[in-house]
């Protein structure tokens, strides 16, 4: 908060980053005197703290001033929770909750319809059962393979999530992993090996997708507790067509979402 | 390279990492006199390059000393595939390749027999069948909780990995799950609902641990294709014994490693 021209309180945002190492500097950092505190020896590992000079230790700031409420809530640091939701949970507290709000996914529709997006498909498959659309994520500008992110969006409008999953699918999704990898290493040159293929639980809207991403890139939603690697499903619904109807799975969720609301209130 | 005593040459692998902000250090960071470059100015948005001094930029440094060829070979950048190895997988490839290594874990043996670290114990369960002991990882520096990080060793010599468990290993997995929580809320004030509890598979050593992260925290190592949720791998041993003699399991090999190799000549 910052005393503005007329007395009045305003408020900036300040975002401090440490930046990556550059690689040229680093025999620099390793030659110039500092100082250097032991922490710890084991064996043939040990580990020091290292105070290095001021040009060694850029930090980038970035400022927002004058900052109105909604950058303050966008850049506050929102606590988040793991859930461990078994099928009734799901059923008593999660599937109420998400038909009782009306996310749009009309832009889904429009994707799948060729009204919007239609120059950017990667690869289709038409079958209206068993077939889906494979588009670039929006995250991702195109320009390097290091951060490629794709979508697959299944035709069916039925799927919600990975929760209605059951072996009847299993064609769709055989046909999502295997033609999708087909299409990437046709289009873009990535092996299968080197793509990340998985759906997220929760998702963040509820038509069934799939995420493709690059093995190298440490895309957000791609840790344990969100991601689960298509393959695994597959081999899951094969063990065991009702598998995700019996199976708790965790998620996260931040502390201001309505649905962790509901859970606390149901113990 | 290190010269060693007698001539020959040593090899040393040394680390730098920058750690996380320490929260009550930020107000110092904005008030000491330190150098300020203006980079970009847009409307409301500006950003800045700041030279902090040395007692406000500590990175943590990680030596291993003397360094065998593995060592090296383990930090070296590398590109990355995915193997997804059936049961037969890994009795026929896997399992040979880690018996024909001698990885040493004397560092291990070294925490359970109180031999090292012992100061730095957080929790024990000594029983020898159903124990462990839980320690902060290498990675942290337990200078704040942002980047919390550590890891439970079970005082079973046993079992290698994931691939081992079954369920005869419900009972030491549910204290490590209970009483890990359980200590690290004591300890820390993070309740388990904010720690993410996981296990690699391939491990990086093959004696049975289980890493305790912060959920807030990215943390190497935690992505879908790595880690495995501990939650999840009891609940799949109490619906199925045998789960992991039998499901395919998909993980990351760099490109150098011998076992990308002997999957690639099997196919």
Redesign the interface.
């Known amino acids: 908060q910052v005393t503005g021209p007329s007395g009045e309180v305003m408020n900036a945002v300040?975002l401090?980053e440490?930046t990556p190492?550059q690689e040229e500097k680093?025999s620099e950092?390793?030659k110039k005197h500092?100082?250097?505190e032991l922490?710890?020896r084991?064996?043939?590992?040990?580990?020091?703290?290292?105070?290095?000079?001021?040009?060694l230790?850029?930090?980038?700031?970035?400022?927002?001033?004058?900052?109105t409420e909604k950058h303050l809530q966008k850049y506050l640091r929102q606590?988040?929770?793991?859930?461990?939701e078994t099928w009734e949970d799901y059923r008593n507290i999660t599937l109420p909750f998400i038909q009782s709000q009306s996310f749009s996914i009309q832009w889904v529709y429009n994707i799948l319809e060729k009204k919007a997006e239609a120059d950017r498909i990667i690869h289709e498959n038409p079958d209206p059962c068993n077939g889906f659309v494979l588009v670039p994520d929006f995250k991702w500008n195109q320009n390097q393979l290091d951060d490629l992110y794709l979508i697959a969006l299944v035709h069916r409008r039925d799927i919600k999530s990975l929760r209605d999953l059951t072996a009847e699918h299993l064609p769709l999704l055989r046909n999502v992993l295997q033609e999708g990898k087909e299409a990437v290493v046709k289009r873009f040159g990535v092996?299968?090996?080197?793509?990340?293929i998985?759906l997220h639980y929760q998702p963040s809207y509820y038509h069934l997708h799939v995420h493709f991403t690059a093995?190298?890139y440490?895309a957000p939603g791609?840790?344990?507790?969100r991601?689960?690697?298509l393959?695994?499903v597959i081999?899951n619904l094969a063990?065991d067509a009702a598998y995700y109807q019996?199976?708790?799975l965790?998620f996260?969720l931040r502390a201001d979402e309505p649905l962790l609301k509901r859970f606390q209130e149901a113990g």
């Open positions: 300040v401090l440490k190492f680093i950092l390793l500092m100082k250097l922490q710890m084991n064996d043939i590992y040990s580990t020091y703290h290292l105070y290095p000079p001021p040009e230790s850029e930090l980038k700031a970035t400022v927002v001033y004058p900052a606590e988040v929770h793991l859930v461990r092996p299968g090996s080197q793509l990340r998985y093995l190298s440490d791609s840790s344990v507790e991601a689960h690697l393959a695994d081999d063990m019996k199976r708790a965790t996260p």
